[in-house]
């Protein structure tokens, strides 16, 4: 059977064709439309009937910034603001006349590595991603790991700092608000008045901001996931994400993470992805 896949992204929309061994036959990326509910739907119809052209039969799957709530069936707790509250899955399945799996941006990455990627042949995987948000999925034998209300793995909206920053969500001190990519960078322009890129502020090696800034973020993430750690006791964690990047995660990012582990044994994996800003569309594929 041939798998449709579709990321639906902030700036891209990717489709890809897997035949039944998960070989790409084709893939296409569109801009995502900015704020504009109908032409974002048009473009997930286009890439769709695209891709599907010469089939006659295939599956397709979906991943989407946000999750869909089990008590309305509607979209929720996305950064692409004009799909909140938005019948998407509904629409879309009306649209193509075609049933649809979809699953939020987080749990595609993760089900995409567990398969395909650094997490494969590890039973309990939990992936991360860290970019404009911080996110994270649950992938248990192989099938994602939802939770009783769909919200299972989102550490990003977990407590980091008691009356701490506020978050879009509601919140005081969230994961997000400290270690997301623009969390960080206006940290570093509080810092240093200086208004840069990630990309740019990992280069300021010598600045004498840099110590105090990365000291932060690495106590930041070294609790958040030593948290996250403690609760689920994963076999591996596989860092996505455009902050996954970074390489210093890796070395004295782990250092902290372990140091803050409520076990006398600490040696949880803690890996780079393998499929990169792919892992979102062959995890939609996957899904079917």
């Known amino acids: 059977m041939y798998k449709i896949g579709i990321d639906l992204g902030g700036t891209k929309t990717e489709g890809i064709l897997l035949d039944d061994s998960l070989q790409v036959i084709e893939r296409k990326r569109l801009p995502t439309p900015k704020n504009r509910y ?14 599907s052209s010469k089939l006659e039969n295939y599956t397709l799957g979906i991943c989407t910034p946000g999750a869909i709530s089990k008590k309305t069936g509607l979209l929720k707790n996305s950064n692409t603001k004009c799909l909140i509250g938005k019948p998407i899955k509904e ?15 987080a749990n595609c990455f993760t089900i995409s590595e567990a398969t ?3 997490a494969k042949n590890h039973s309990v995987v939990f992936g ?9 999925g649950i992938v248990i034998n192989g099938k994602i790991h939802h939770g009783r209300t769909n919200i299972a793995g989102e550490w ?10 506020n978050c879009y969500c509601g919140k005081k001190g969230c994961v997000e608000t400290y270690i997301s990519g623009p969390a960080l960078e206006h940290r570093w322009e509080e810092l240093t008045g200086k208004k840069e890129s990630m990309l740019e502020i990992v280069k300021n090696l010598d600045s004498p901001q840099f110590d105090h800034w990365k000291e932060e973020f690495l106590d930041n993430f070294g609790t958040g996931l030593a948290n996250v750690i403690d609760i689920l006791d994963p076999d591996v964690i596989v860092l996505g994400g455009g902050l996954s990047n970074i390489d210093f995660l890796y070395s004295e990012g782990v250092k902290n993470v372990y140091e803050k582990i409520f076990s006398d044994l600490v040696d949880t994996p803690i890996l780079k992805n393998k499929l990169g800003d792919s892992a979102g569309v062959f995890g939609a594929a996957l899904l079917t």
């Open 38 to 51: 109908d032409e974002i739907l048009n473009t997930i119809y286009y890439l769709v009937n695209d891709l």
């Open 91 to 105: 629409d879309l399945e009306k649209k193509l006349d075609k049933k649809i799996s979809m699953e939020n941006d």
């Open 116 to 118: 395909m990627g650094s």
């Open 128 to 136: 991360v991603i860290m970019g404009t948000g911080v996110g994270g």
């Open 156 to 165: 990003g909206h977990h407590t980091l700092h008691q009356n701490g920053k």
